[in-house]
C-alpha cells in the first residue's frame, strides 16, 4: 500500500467518511468502459454479424420465394456451392472482377495523384478547379452510370458525335460491343473515383514537411528523384488507405454496372457483384446468390488479412 493511500485512509477515518474499496473502484470503471463499447458490439452484433451468419447459413439451404410464406429451408448440404462453381459464368465474373477492380484502382490512384501534385502548387483559382473536380464524387453513382449511358451510346452519344465531328470515327461500340463494354465501365469508374483519391492523397501531400523537399533541393535532387525519395515514402501511410478503402467500395459495385450494361453485352461486364444481384432478385436462387455472396466476403476478408500483416511488419 503507498503512502498516498495510507495518507487518504487516515483522513478518511479521521472525518468520518467512508473509505472507498479499491478493487470496488477498478470494477465500476470497468463497467463504465464497457458501458461506452456495449452500443458499438451490439450494433456490429446485429447488424453486421447477423447478416453473415444467415448468409452463410442460406448458402446452405434450398432458400426459394415460398420460404417467405412457409418459413421452410431445408438444408440441401453444397449444392449450391457446387453448382455455383460450375457454372461457367462464375468463372467469368470473378475474372471480370479481378480486371475492373485493379483497373479502376489503378487509373483512379495514378490519375488522383497526379492531380493531387498537382494542386499542392498554389495558383490562382486552384481552389474554385479543385471544387469542381470533386463533382463526379458527389453524384450518386446511379445517375452517374445513367449519364454515362447516354454519353457513350454508338449512335445517339455525345462522345461519338464529338469524334465523328474530329474525323476520328464516330461508331465506337462503347458498351455494345463485348470487347469495350468491360473497359468502357472501368473508365467509367476511375472518373467517379479520382476525386476521391485526389482528395486523400492531396491531405497527404499538405502534412509532408517543407524542409524535407528544401533538402533535397540543396542537395541537388531533380524533381522526379525528390517525389520517389521524399514524397512516395512520407505519403505510404495515406496510400494505404487510399489503396483498402478503394478496394472495399470497387470490387463489390453493383449498381454502376446495372445501370450501364445491366452485366451485358454476352455477359462481358458481369462481375460477382451483378453475379450475386442475378441469382437473388432476378433467378430468385437466394442459396446461389448467398454463396457468391461469400465468395466476395472471403476476397475482402483475403485483403483485410494481408494489409493487416503489412502494417504489422512494417510496424516491426
Given at each position: 500500500?503507498?503512502?498516498?493511500?495510507?495518507?487518504?485512509?487516515?483522513?478518511?477515518?479521521?472525518?468520518?467518511?467512508?473509505?472507498?474499496?479499491?478493487?470496488?473502484?477498478?470494477?465500476?470503471?470497468?463497467?463504465?468502459?464497457?458501458?461506452?463499447?456495449?452500443?458499438?458490439?451490439?450494433?456490429?452484433?446485429?447488424?453486421?454479424?447477423?447478416?453473415?451468419?444467415?448468409?452463410?447459413?442460406?448458402?446452405?439451404?434450398?432458400?426459394?420465394?415460398?420460404?417467405?410464406?412457409?418459413?421452410?429451408?431445408?438444408?440441401?448440404?453444397?449444392?449450391?456451392?457446387?453448382?455455383?462453381?460450375?457454372?461457367?459464368?462464375?468463372?467469368?465474373a470473378l475474372w471480370h472482377t479481378l480486371v475492373f477492380t485493379a483497373g479502376s484502382l489503378l487509373g483512379q490512384f495514378c490519375i488522383?495523384?497526379?492531380?493531387?501534385?498537382?494542386?499542392?502548387?498554389?495558383?490562382?483559382?486552384?481552389?474554385?478547379?479543385?471544387?469542381?473536380?470533386?463533382?463526379?464524387?458527389?453524384?450518386?453513382?446511379?445517375?452517374?452510370?445513367?449519364?454515362?449511358?447516354?454519353?457513350?451510346?454508338?449512335?445517339?452519344?455525345?462522345?461519338?458525335?464529338?469524334?465523328?465531328?474530329?474525323?476520328?470515327?464516330?461508331?465506337?461500340?462503347?458498351?455494345?460491343?463485348?470487347?469495350?463494354?468491360?473497359?468502357?465501365?472501368?473508365?467509367?469508374?476511375?472518373?467517379?473515383?479520382?476525386?476521391?483519391?485526389?482528395?486523400?492523397?492531396?491531405?497527404?501531400?499538405?502534412?509532408?514537411?517543407?524542409?524535407?523537399?528544401?533538402?533535397?533541393?540543396?542537395?541537388?535532387?531533380?524533381?522526379?528523384?525528390?517525389?520517389?525519395?521524399?514524397?512516395?515514402?512520407?505519403?505510404?501511410?495515406?496510400?494505404?488507405?487510399?489503396?483498402?478503402?478503394?478496394?472495399?467500395?470497387?470490387?463489390?459495385?453493383?449498381?454502376?454496372?446495372?445501370?450501364?450494361?445491366?452485366?451485358?453485352?454476352?455477359?462481358?461486364?458481369?462481375?460477382?457483384?451483378?453475379?450475386?444481384?442475378?441469382?437473388?432478385?432476378?433467378?430468385?436462387?437466394?442459396?446461389?446468390?448467398?454463396?457468391?455472396?461469400?465468395?466476395?466476403?472471403?476476397?475482402?476478408?483475403?485483403?483485410?488479412?494481408?494489409?493487416?500483416?503489412?502494417?504489422?511488419?512494417?510496424?516491426?
Open positions: 500500500m503507498t503512502t498516498s493511500t495510507v495518507t487518504a485512509r487516515a483522513a478518511a477515518e479521521t472525518s468520518g467518511a467512508a473509505v472507498p474499496d479499491p478493487a470496488r473502484t477498478a470494477r465500476r470503471r470497468r463497467l463504465s468502459q464497457w458501458g461506452f463499447v456495449a452500443p458499438a458490439v451490439v450494433f456490429m452484433l446485429l447488424f453486421f454479424g447477423y447478416p453473415l451468419v444467415r448468409n452463410v447459413v442460406m448458402s446452405f439451404q434450398h432458400y426459394t420465394p415460398k420460404t417467405f410464406f412457409t418459413g421452410e429451408a431445408p438444408f440441401n448440404g453444397v449444392d449450391n456451392w457446387s453448382h455455383v462453381f460450375q457454372d461457367a459464368l462464375f468463372g467469368k488522383g495523384l497526379a492531380l493531387a501534385v498537382f494542386f499542392s502548387r498554389r495558383f490562382p483559382l486552384g481552389g474554385a478547379l479543385r471544387s469542381l473536380i470533386l463533382l463526379p464524387w458527389l453524384v450518386p453513382m446511379v445517375v452517374s452510370g445513367i449519364v454515362w449511358r447516354r454519353i457513350l451510346d454508338q449512335d445517339t452519344g455525345v462522345l461519338n458525335s464529338f469524334l465523328d465531328t474530329l474525323g476520328l470515327g464516330g461508331h465506337t461500340p462503347w458498351l455494345t460491343s463485348p470487347h469495350m463494354a468491360l473497359l468502357s465501365v472501368i473508365l467509367v469508374n476511375i472518373w467517379i473515383g479520382i476525386p476521391f483519391n485526389m482528395v486523400i492523397l492531396y491531405g497527404g501531400l499538405q502534412e509532408i514537411p517543407k524542409e524535407l523537399h528544401e533538402a533535397a533541393s540543396l542537395d541537388g535532387a531533380s524533381a522526379w528523384r525528390t517525389f520517389r525519395s521524399v514524397t512516395l515514402p512520407m505519403l505510404k501511410p495515406v496510400i494505404t488507405v487510399v489503396l483498402v478503402l478503394g478496394f472495399m467500395s470497387t470490387v463489390k459495385i453493383l449498381d454502376l454496372i446495372l445501370a450501364l450494361t445491366d452485366g451485358g453485352p454476352a455477359d462481358s461486364t458481369q462481375t460477382l457483384g451483378t453475379l450475386t444481384y442475378q441469382n437473388s432478385f432476378v433467378q430468385l436462387d437466394f442459396g446461389a446468390g448467398a454463396v457468391v455472396g461469400n465468395v466476395l466476403i472471403l476476397i475482402s476478408a483475403v485483403f483485410a488479412v494481408f494489409y493487416l500483416r503489412a502494417n504489422r511488419s512494417e510496424g516491426k
